[in-house]
């Protein structure tokens, strides 16, 4: 191969193309190039217009912080969860980019003032007196992160995708007789005589001789065979390798703890109460009441009948106060204390200090290590793509698998296992990942070809892992002997279950011949149970089992089937069907005509973005995907 390449180069058409080449480095240079490198911060690029990295970190951790919210203390954003966030953050912003593109197309507008006044109206926005409320407006956009004009450029970019959504949706309306087919399908009940047949209560059959055991053993090889075993290398990539190699100079360490100062140190906050009215000697009045000892309820009331507001405003800094007056006066008062009516533009406030949270802060020396460890993981993940590839350089070069993990320091083991990471005498075999990753691995191993030259590829779970199989060493039939007490349990077990079938199969036989349920079970000593109010969705306290829940269904009046269930077999029959009647609960009817119409406007509007998509062109860089996800 060599030498047919040297042979190429000395042609005069490998020469002109050399000079071409050259030119076109001379004419257009490489500067563009070379400055473009590792400079991409776009996860996303949606036809003309970017998602960068910054923006999609925004809204990953918002979305980390409603999910922290709602789930309470207990919740951890683990690598799976913060992966499934960084796509969904990601896929929320292209949908975006795509919409407006398409409402720049057709020069979709929404005026200032329709902006203002759905603003107005959000429920959360609201005071006390039910009208919009400034703080707890300015408070809502500063716990998520926003400025003003970030949440207006929202809340104007939704009303805009408002007026296409509900334009699409507008086609989903259903035929009155689809609502009506659907409410009488999904609200009719069955009732239903049940004869179950556990396996536990199955006759114990003839013991069996030792040519049917044997004949048992050599016709069901896949449950008494050893299970298939391989051979294999495996070498790993982890940040948490690379790791330990990385020094953090304490220079380093401090300018990170002055960078992220703000994380280590919480400001003075103070527990306030507020009063707003409108007329300053109102605003005395309930000052000297409040001053007094007045408790906050009998301040509300007053407050309330003097065409004021009370409202508990909760811990706040003096950051979180939208105006400096106020701010001034809340930190300038003692606990307990009441200050004098301040004026804004809203009016007079009137603020009393419930408690005073003293400031923490965390020195250096506290979080000297957690510092640490957190810039050796930056640079280890820095350094993980740069050793990367050079392990796939030397790979390629032909260098075994365990000389290129002892270069590069990679996690390295040599294992013969079994699918589920056991060796052939029971034990765990150990592998060079963490707990979690381990099924990962095992999937790789036996999912490669035997000889392959190993590669080093980046996975979710692990990291990178390169995989190279020697030898797989397929099932074998364990002798007769050594399984024998499994063979004869195996052997019962599928006695009682044939047992069982048969005298399940003879009932369904005998309705199907004329009898009822009842009789046919009658005539054998078996008894049979009624069910009734039998639905297509499973009721508290229901006793039929799930397994016959759809063949049940799909039967005629008086007709019959059997299942077979996780104990056993029920032969069922159908002893009435009663379908409801539309006219009779006109509400349900309702319900079930506007679940049809929302369902059917969500898939037009799915339908809508993806056209939108596959016109437009997505591209989502996975490298800067990945480093979304990271913590």
């Known amino acids: ?28 240079g490489v500067g563009d190039v070379v400055r473009n490198v590792n400079r991409d911060t776009a996860v996303a690029r949606v036809g003309g217009r970017e998602v960068d990295l910054e923006e999609a970190q925004q ?10 919210r709602s789930a309470g203390p207990q919740f951890e954003a683990d690598p799976r969860i913060r992966r499934m966030v960084a796509e969904q953050a990601v896929e929320a912003l292209v949908n975006d980019r795509v919409v407006r593109q398409e409402q720049d197309r057709l020069r979709l507008a929404v005026p200032d003032q329709a902006v203002r006044d759905f603003v107005r109206t959000i429920p959360a926005f609201r005071g006390g007196d039910g009208a919009f409320s400034r703080p707890i407006f300015e408070s809502f956009i500063r716990n998520n992160e926003l400025s003003e004009p970030q949440f207006i450029a929202l809340i104007r970019a939704d009303l805009a995708r408002q007026q296409l959504a509900n334009s699409v949706r507008a086609g989903g309306q259903p035929p009155a007789m689809l609502a009506e087919r659907l409410y009488r399908w999904v609200g009719e009940q069955r009732a239903a005589q049940l004869v179950a047949l556990p396996l536990a209560q199955a006759a114990e059959p003839p013991a069996p001789d030792e040519a049917a055991l044997r004949r048992y053993h050599e016709n069901n090889p896949d449950r008494f065979s050893t299970p298939e075993y391989r051979e294999a290398t495996v070498a790993v990539l982890t940040a948490a390798l690379i790791t330990r190699e ?61 065409e004021g507001q009370a409202l508990e405003l909760g811990a706040i800094d003096r950051a979180g106060l939208p105006f400096p007056a106020l701010a001034d006066a809340a930190f300038a008062t003692a606990a307990g204390g009441v200050t004098a009516p301040v004026q804004t533009d809203f009016g007079w ?22 510092l640490r460890a957190d810039l050796a993981s930056e640079k280890a993940a820095d350094l993980a793509f740069e050793r990367a590839n050079k392990v796939e350089d030397a790979l390629a070069g032909g260098d075994s698998l365990s000389e290129v993990a002892q270069r590069f320091n990679l996690g390295l083991a040599s294992i013969r296992t079994d699918s589920t990471g056991h060796a052939e005498d029971g034990k765990v075999v150990e592998l060079p990942v963490v707990e979690a990753a381990r099924d990962a691995v095992l999937r790789t191993v036996f999912t490669a070809e035997r000889g392959t030259p190993p590669r080093l590829a980046e996975t979710q779970d692990v990291g990178f892992l390169a995989v190279q199989v020697q030898d797989v060493v397929p099932p074998a039939l364990r002798p007769f002997e050594s399984v024998r007490a499994e063979v004869l349990t195996a052997w019962t077990a599928d006695a009682r279950r044939r047992a069982q079938e048969e005298r399940a199969a003879a009932l369904l036989a005998a309705v199907k011949g004329g009898k009822t349920l009842v009789e046919a079970a009658s005539a054998v000593q078996l008894g049979a149970r009624e069910v009734g109010g039998i639905t297509r969705q499973a009721q508290p306290l229901e006793t039929i089992p799930p397994e016959l829940r759809a063949p049940l269904f799909d039967l005629p009046l008086a007709d019959a ?12 029959q159908v002893i009435e069907i009663t379908a409801p009647d539309p006219a009779a609960d006109a509400a349900a009817l309702a319900r079930v005509r506007a679940e049809t119409e929302q369902s059917i406007a969500q898939d037009l509007e799915a339908q809508y973005i993806a056209a939108l998509r596959a016109q437009t062109g997505v591209r989502i860089n996975q490298r800067l995907l990945d480093v979304l996800a990271q913590p």
């Open 1 to 28: 191969m060599l030498t047919a390449l040297r042979r190429l180069a000395n042609t005069w058409v490998a020469k002109a193309l050399f000079v071409l080449l050259v030119l076109s480095f001379g004419i257009w």
């Open 59 to 68: 809204s990953m951790r918002r979305e980390l912080q409603r999910l922290a």
């Open 246 to 306: 990385i020094q953090v100079t304490e220079e380093e360490i401090t300018q990170a703890y002055e960078q992220r100062r703000s994380q280590y140190e919480t400001p003075e906050k103070r527990v306030l109460q507020q009063v707003l009215m409108q007329d300053e000697d109102k605003a005395k009045d309930i000052a000297a009441a409040w001053t007094a000892g007045a408790s906050f309820a009998d301040i509300s009331a007053r407050a309330e009948a003097a």
């Open 349 to 370: 406030h009137v603020l009393r200090v419930a408690s005073i949270e003293a400031p923490t802060s965390r020195p250096i020396t506290a979080v000297h290590d957690e």
């Open 561 to 572: 089937t059997m299942v077979e269930t996780r104990d056993g077999f029920v032969v069922a």
